[in-house]
């Protein structure tokens, strides 16, 4: 068994009985989860869950009392063409984070994690990300999504949640948001990609530590062609099966960045 | 509390205020409740407490006898662990080297000894990050990683692990139900174990704001940014409310203050406090930072209904608050709260 056929295989432990995938192994199937571990293993059985669990205005996510998670611009990246992905689309083409950074009313807004709050980076990225691939004649959108990455880079270049600036201390770039953050900008917005991906080549290994990082780095390192890419890559495949209690999406980046996931989520 | 940290007889119940007064005062400091809803909880979810015990102990570094420290705490308060299945919240909001963000995990390590020493069944120890999705890279590289496998404890990573929708029993935000990990839940005994710091946007941030590091990130975000939208402090009561901390441990040792809770300045107080009533320790601890616990507004009214916030119904051990007051440079925004401290020189 090769090494990314390891990380299959212990992705795989997080499906669940009715073809999803939970957060953790014996978890109950949840969109996010399903959605990354679908790209991951291009699972038919974990695309069937999620059309099932479309919500009605076309959005997934997870509904916790008064507050819903939005995991639609990823689910898009997921489903094959057809009308749940039109009425997917149709929703993260209508929605957007609330005024993020350019003051109340203003653009830029991004994508947010839970429908109605601030845009924040991942999300934002996800949501350029699915346009481009997905429909990418929503230039309005996907200009926007741009913008509110621009305005949430961190001095120097590269990403951490959101937060450039705190009251007046500039905040630094973390590499997982910055690795999926330049899957969005790469091939369109150079300026920006170069000085994140400077800063993901001179950083990732300095929180190595963290798989979730190192996996999402190797993913972005070897869409950008970058010369640490194999490096990466060979740390995700020795870490796989000797890190403890690693959850789906870390294991769904592991397999991406090894397999042939990565091409669903590679815009440039 | 022998397992069981739905038990709400720890706590002292004021009954000697009035809903009205009550509301006034709330909504004076900024806290507007609901104008048809003066008493926004379930009183039979939250009933009348007993005393609730507070111990303030002196640990000068983190390399003294922390567990005899956390020991001497629980025995002072009259805790009971024995045979619960105890879970540490400590606080691990994101790494920066160097800094006093978090609470250290050498006095994670010392409850958990300590913890286990008392006869808990088992100790674990969870926590979701608020800025940073990687949890395992704050917990490698705070050190607590290293800690746990020395005192083979269980890490629950929270943003993670099985969750699932619990309906709230007070009503400050309009969220209803909260998603909790099946961690907290299940567990008899959850110790919140905060650092004690400033917080630029609720004031201070102790053992209550800590609970909001037990909502998965994978629902809420990163940051769990749905619950500034519900309002910060109304999240605070909501979420405590839910969480229901059974055994407060502060770590005061090295604290923070100015701008927290990230950049701020490590200040060094040299304090644990321990106390079976969350709201009184976070009274009781920002006595000690200068504040009149009165001018927290989520303090203050937890101070209703969650646990007992009037430091005069609050029994000491230990260290006199008064005698260990350590002023703290307030947090931005909250340039007046030192000014009318309870003691606060």
Redesign the interface.
């Known amino acids: 068994m090769v090494a990314s056929e390891i990380v299959d295989a212990l992705l795989a432990r997080s499906r669940a009985g009715d073809g999803g995938f ?3 192994p ?3 199937s ?1 969109p ?2 399903t959605a990354l571990a679908a790209i991951a293993l291009a699972d038919d059985n974990a695309v069937d869950w999620l059309l099932r669990a479309q919500r009605a205005d076309g959005s997934f996510g ?1 509904d ?4 819903a ?1 939005d995991d639609t611009a990823l689910t898009c990246l997921a489903l094959p063409d057809g009308p749940a992905l039109e009425h997917a689309l149709d929703h993260v083409e209508s929605t957007s984070g ?1 005024n993020a950074v350019g003051g109340p009313g203003a653009p830029p807004y991004g994508w ?3 429908i ?3 845009g ?1 980076t ?2 934002t990225a996800w949501g350029v990300l699915a346009l481009r691939q997905r429909r990418p004649t929503a230039t309005s959108r996907i200009d926007d999504g741009l913008a509110a990455l621009r305005a949430r880079a961190c001095v120097g270049g590269g990403w ?4 450039p600036e ?2 007046d ?1 500039e ?2 770039p ?4 910055t690795a999926i953050a330049l899957l969005a900008t790469m091939g369109i917005d150079d300026p920006l990609t170069a000085s994140g991906h400077r800063m993901l080549h001179d950083r990732w290994r300095d ?1 190595d ?5 190192l996996a999402t780095a190797a993913a972005a390192l070897r869409v950008l062609a970058d010369p640490d890419a194999d490096e990466a890559a060979a740390l995700v495949e020795q870490r796989a099966s000797a ?1 403890p ?1 690693l ?4 294991l769904a980046w592991a397999s991406i960045a090894l397999g042939e996931g990565l091409r669903a989520l590679d815009a440039s | 509390m022998n397992a069981d940290r739905h038990r709400i007889s720890r706590r002292t119940f004021v009954r000697g205020v009035g809903a009205a007064a009550a509301v006034g005062a709330a909504t004076a400091v900024g806290l507007k409740l609901r104008g048809s809803e003066p008493q926004p909880w379930d009183p039979a979810a939250f009933p009348p407490p007993d005393e609730s015990h507070v111990a303030v102990l002196r640990a000068s570094s983190y390399d003294g006898d922390l567990v005899g420290v956390v020991l001497d705490g629980l025995r002072a308060i009259g805790a009971d662990v024995a045979g619960a299945r105890v879970l540490l919240k400590p606080n691990l909001v994101e790494y920066d080297r160097g800094s006093a963000i978090n609470t250290d995990p050498r006095l994670v390590h010392a409850a958990v000894t300590a913890m286990r020493s008392m006869g808990a069944a088992s100790v674990a120890v969870g926590e979701a990050p608020g800025h940073r999705r990687d949890t395992r890279f704050v917990v490698e590289a705070s050190g607590l990683a290293d800690t746990l496998q020395d005192a083979k404890a269980e890490f629950v990573d929270l943003n993670i692990s099985p969750a699932a929708p619990v309906p709230l029993h007070s009503r400050y935000t309009a969220m209803g139900a909260l998603w909790l990990p099946t961690a907290i839940t299940e567990a008899d005994v959850v110790v919140s174990m905060p650092k004690m710091k400033t917080h630029h946007w609720a004031g201070i941030t102790l053992s209550l704001k800590n609970c909001f590091g037990c909502l998965p990130g994978r629902v809420y975000g990163w940051p769990k940014n749905a619950l500034h939208w519900q309002g910060i402090e109304r999240s605070i009561l909501d979420i405590a409310g839910a969480v229901r901390p059974s055994l407060a441990i502060v770590d005061g040792i090295v604290a923070m203050e100015g701008n927290g809770p990230i950049d701020g300045t490590p200040k060094d107080v040299g304090l644990v406090i321990i106390g079976d009533d969350p709201v009184a320790v976070d009274a009781t601890t920002s006595h000690i930072m200068g504040f009149d616990p009165d001018e927290i507004t989520y303090l203050k009214e937890a101070g209703r209904f969650l646990g007992t916030s009037d430091l005069s119904r609050i029994q000491v051990r230990g260290e006199d608050p008064d005698a260990v007051v350590t002023p703290f440079a307030p947090a931005p925004g909250f340039d007046g709260l030192g000014a009318t401290a309870v003691g606060g020189q």
């Open positions: 939970g957060s953790v014996d978890a109950e949840e996010e989860s997870i916790a009392g008064g507050v998670s609330a947010s994690w839970t109605g709050a601030h924040w991942e999300p951490n949640y959101g937060t705190s009251f201390v905040q630094p973390f590499v997982q948001t929180e530590a963290g798989f979730l990082s890190t209690e959850g789906t999406i870390a």
